[in-house]
């Protein structure tokens, strides 16, 4: 039995398999996307370069989709089993905007995935390029539901409280809450700037192994494109969120920065670049900062003040101390990205970016930047609504179901193997597939278009592998 009571051991399995989670979808809409650009490029060109790159990354599509899928599964019984009097107080605006999901994105996702997997030489080639970008629309779709109930969670409006359960009585309220547009736009931001750090990656390591196929450089190429044009502007919608969030969530704000007193007019905030919040004390101990740029930043005025912590009580305020260091985490990163773009542009001018050594050794350290980051900043945003489930309706305390201590351990460590074997298979296999690169003219020289498949895995096998196989 695990030294936690139940509240934590449910937090926590649910930290856990979101955490998992997170990590397959954004792959997905990262590589979605991508796949339609590059099959898009190759109609317009007709340079079979791209179908190679289309061809090798949709099969680590295919990989990455298939364990989303799983590890969703996982989550949304939770719900049912570990947060159940949460679905009972909420679950009529949270379960229709999760149907909607599987409803419009997943079916849309389905529907044409297959044509999009197995659909070469059956099918025409504007009815595939039509599929991949169907299933590109299918993810982010499958986003914004998701972001909507979450967002919903963080800011909700749109409802009534009728014998003690939530009823909605505006849609659109619900849907376009006040974080929601912030969150989404973040969210999709960042799950394509963790797919171009994926993709580059790859690419830088097969760069720094001597191989420059066309291929290799093109798709290391287009991820510095990627990262050059995405990363400024996630710095500008972080920058709308954090004003959002500062409206609305203010107690998240005063943690992140680590500020507990109110700061008198024209002295200015100064941002904590460094620092131990003890909540203990109510205090930040050795705190590094720089006057007035969290007024700056928070503000946009030179001497703007925000609340400290101490405005609000005790029992209201969220952890301090992760908050601090988990947005750190996410906003260093994010800098380190732009430095690489940086250093990606700077070396593309000097006509060295596929020879410099110091930028493919910083593009493999950084590939699972993105990723990192991006579980940073949802651990941001979720422990900084807490100990709200739904912020300023009901605490997360009650929101738990009646399980004992020793039934949601033994539920933890199960799940915790499970995720190992099955998670980590997964992604072993995942990164077998990046090791081989792509290979030319995949479909003109396999002979396995015709055969049968048997399930969304067998697209990650791939012709080329197939026909290995019979030999």
Known sequence: MLPFTALELARIQFGFTVAFHIIFPAITIGLASYLAVLEGV?????????????????????????????????????FGTNWSRYSSFAGSVTGPLLAYEVLTAFFLEAGFLGVMLFGWKRVGRNLHFFSSIMVAIGTLLSATWILASNSWMQTPQGYSIVDGVVVPVDWVAVIFNPSFPYRLAHMCMAAMIATALFVGASGAWHILKGDRRPAIKKMFSMAMWMLLFAAPIQILIGDAHGLNTLKHQPAKIAAIEGHWDNIANGKGVPLLLFGLPNMGEERTDYGVGVPHLGSLILTHTWSGTIQGLKEFPREDRPNAAILFWSFRVMVGLGVLTVFLAMLGAYTRWRGTMYESRILAHFTLLMGPAGLIAMLAGWFTTEIGRQPWVVYGLMRTKDAVSNHSVLTLSVALLVLMVMYTVVFGTGITYMFKLVQQGPREHDVAEGDSLNQRPSRPLSAAVGPSNSAERKQ
Do not use: P, T
């Open 42 to 78: 190759w109609l317009w060109k007709k340079q079979d370069i791209y179908k190679d790159l289309y061809l090798f990354w949709s099969k680590i599509f295919a990989v990455n989709f298939a364990m989303g899928v799983v590890s969703g599964l996982v989550m949304a019984y939770e």
